[in-house]
């Protein structure tokens, strides 16, 4: 029982972290790293906007409902650029983005409460 405690103790400080991070960040703050992350939390991803260089990976990480990850400009119109599937409620979804542009994004079951979201991709 006490090894049990132990561990979800743990395990709660380690899901705990992003949300101990700044909230001002708006955009990814280094450029350099390989993979860049988004957290799904209550309607909203954050960063909501995210800038990367080309080459550079999101890995968008659920932390708390049921979402999904759909490229497209508004609610109704997924363009293909990517697309995590069906609605789940836990996991993670990486995308490597092999060119420039501003592709936008929405949460499929939440988008109408403005659970939306941006990648800039810089050349
Ligand atoms: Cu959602």
Redesign the pocket.
């Known amino acids: 029982m006490k090894t049990f405690l132990l561990g979800a103790c743990a395990a709660i400080a380690v899901a705990m972290m992003p949300a101990c991070s700044s909230g001002d960040e708006e955009t990814a703050p280094d450029n350099d790293a390989d993979i860049v992350n988004v957290q ?1 939390t209550s ?1 909203q991803f954050t960063p909501a906007q995210v800038k990367i260089k080309v080459g550079q990976t999101v890995r968008w990480t659920w932390a708390g ?4 990850v759909v490229s497209g400009p508004d609610c109704n119109t997924e363009d293909g650029n990517f697309k995590s599937g069906a ?1 789940v409620g836990g996991g993670t979804f990486d995308k490597k983005f092999e060119t420039a542009g501003t592709f936008p994004y929405y ?5 109408q409460m403005g ?1 939306r979201g941006e990648i800039i991709v810089e050349p």
């Open positions: 799904l309607n409902g049921t979402h999904n609605p949460c499929q079951p939440h988008c659970m």
